[in-house]
């Protein structure tokens, strides 16, 4: 007899404490809900717009490989989604050179501050990948800063408010050293410096050896920054992106107070298994219910859909708790 494919995902998953919970309507985007040609959509940053709208801005690829960001948006997060019926905010190379092979990944922050999104994406330059940022009020004009972070640079987002009269932005520089995230920080969001390691890939057969990166933005809680990050294990088939959870001082964002060992979801379900790149589970944005506890995360399947996991901030801390440790990081400092 055959194991239905979400029968098989459900008896590996009961071995594992199941911290982020598919929705079973996923995926929740695919290539087929859009209203023009394209190839895929996925990794999407996420908002909740003032009304309660739940916005995503999507990375959509098209059948050239470039990519640009569409925005999507439903009232409960779920179904019913309205999608731009024409790309949100495309590339522009002629006035910004670095977006020449598309803009890709965003992550979107909300600024009490500026009362505006601040969006950071990756753009796809001839030097390779960078980071760049805009600002919006209503995800249907924005306010271009152009190129923040050269190329090697991706997986930024910023924090919501400034830390000690500086806005900090965490990314990911590629170094030979490695791809780790470092946090940076500038007084007008255009300047940055003060650059400091934050968080360490770590060596050897670990799950995040060697590279990882910012999922969503930092979450701000009363025990410190939650950050999910990706891991990539390089293996002869290919690369695995899973993902997992450290959090780090309220005040002193680049201090490390919790690392889990283990990854806390990687790709199980057929749609994250299979798809343009296989197994791939890539976050790049949440919202959070009205009870202040329940986290909608949406994440990219596979580079081929969109789809969402719900969790519970009260029980990811207490699995940090229970299975965080810094010491690793000391280790690989010393
Ligand atoms: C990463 C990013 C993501 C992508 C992932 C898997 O480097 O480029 O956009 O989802 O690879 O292909």
Redesign the pocket.
């Known amino acids: 007899m055959t194991v239905p494919a979400e029968k098989q995902v459900s008896l590996l998953s009961t071995r594992f404490e199941q911290l982020l919970l598919r929705h079973p309507a996923n995926p929740i985007l695919t290539s087929r809900d859009w209203p023009y040609p394209i190839n895929s959509v ?2 999407a940053g996420a908002t909740l717009l003032a009304d309660g709208t739940t916005l995503l801005l999507c ?1 959509v690829e098209d059948r050239r490989g470039l990519s640009h960001l569409c925005a999507a948006r439903s009232p409960n997060g779920v179904d019913g989604w309205q999608i731009d019926s024409e790309p949100t905010l495309l590339s522009d190379p002629k006035n910004y050179p670095e977006e020449i092979w598309g803009i ?2 965003p992550r979107i922050t909300f600024v009490p501050e500026l009362q505006q999104y601040v969006i950071t994406y990756t753009s796809y330059s001839r030097g390779g990948p960078g980071v760049s940022l805009a600002l919006t009020k209503d995800f249907r004009t924005f306010e271009r800063y152009g190129v923040i972070m050269p190329p090697d640079d ?1 997986d930024s987002a910023l924090l919501p408010r400034r830390i000690d009269g500086c806005w900090a932005l965490i990314h990911r520089p590629m170094t030979t050293l490695g791809s780790h995230m470092w946090i940076s920080y500038s007084p007008d969001l255009r300047y940055w410096g003060r650059h400091r390691l934050m968080l360490e890939a770590r060596r050897g057969a670990w799950w995040d050896a060697n590279k990882i990166g910012l999922s969503p933005p930092p979450l701000e809680t009363s025990r410190g920054w939650l950050v999910f990050y990706h891991g990539v294990r390089h293996t002869p088939s290919g ?1 695995l ?1 899973r993902l997992g959870l450290a959090l780090f001082d309220l005040e002193n964002p680049e201090k490390c107070l919790l690392r889990g060992d283990s990854w806390i979801f990687g790709p199980e379900a057929s749609y994250e298994r299979h798809g343009d ?1 296989h197994d ?1 589970v ?1 976050p790049c944005g949440y919202t959070m219910d009205a009870d202040g506890d329940t986290l909608n995360i949406y994440y ?1 399947a596979a ?1 081929c859909s969109i789809a969402l996991a719900r969790a519970s901030i009260r029980s990811l801390l207490e699995w940090l708790d229970a299975n965080g440790s810094c010491e690793r990081r000391q280790h690989a400092q010393d």
């Open positions: 996925f990794n990375r890709e990944d991706k690369c992106y790149v791939v890539f990219g580079d």
